[in-house]
């Protein structure tokens, strides 16, 4: 075999080491989902990956659905995720994991803010959180929402804690530090010190 043809053997073996990461962002109007999509891709960019992230919306206002999909790896060719492939479902708000599950595979891992918002006529959260215990074992229900709430006034800073968390646990494959990096290549300055400490605040969890 010539040099070159065993140098594109070794590439192909090494995408398919290289695992493909899909997660898919979930919650509802005012909670900061594109926010979090862009400090997701920047990170991932960072990181030295392809990137591809598709934005969707339910009712474009406060409360409304809103969902993203972040597909990122060596070779990424769609941003949209398919049924059954997300290796990630981060949600903000426990009725909308449920809306999106269908996304998740048997080794999905799930990680849902412990923030609940009752609609007239639907669930109540005792049903939702009894669903959500159905989804498998690798489900993390965090307090992100109360802890940002009392550690810095905003609970919007939720979805940053949450990333951060996913990234010092090791659930998703990027680094801490590239994480904070895309969090001050993104954020205005007026407000990086505040979802910095949520990203330090994520780290002595």
Not at 34 to 52: D, M, N, P, Q, S
Not at 61 to 85: C, E, M, T, Y
Request: hydrophobic share 40%; net charge positive.
């Amino acid at each position: 075999m010539c040099y070159r043809c065993l140098n594109m053997d070794m590439d192909k073996k090494r995408k398919k080491q290289e695992k493909d990461f899909n997660i898919v962002l979930c919650g509802v109007g005012g909670q900061g989902i594109i926010t979090l999509l862009k400090i997701l891709a920047e990170a991932a960019f960072i990181g030295g990956r392809e990137v591809r992230t598709s934005e969707l919306h339910g009712l474009s206002q406060r409360d409304g659905s809103v969902w993203a999909h972040v597909r990122f790896g060596k070779d990424i060719n769609s941003p949209l995720i398919s049924r059954g492939k997300a290796d990630l479902i981060l949600g903000l708000e426990k009725s909308e994991v449920l809306r999106n599950a269908f996304m998740a595979g048997k080794e999905t891992k799930f990680l849902i803010n412990h923030k609940f918002i009752s609609y007239f006529g639907g669930p109540s959260e005792k049903s939702i959180e009894a669903r959500l215990k159905k989804l498998g074992k690798n489900v993390y229900l965090v307090d992100a929402a109360k802890i940002c709430r009392e550690r810095t006034n905003k609970e919007v800073l939720a979805g940053i804690y949450l990333l951060s968390w996913a990234s010092f646990q090791g659930l998703i494959p990027i680094k801490p530090d590239a994480i904070l990096k895309a969090i001050e290549n993104t954020i205005l300055p007026k407000y990086l010190p505040l979802n910095k400490k949520a990203f330090s605040l994520a780290q002595s969890a």
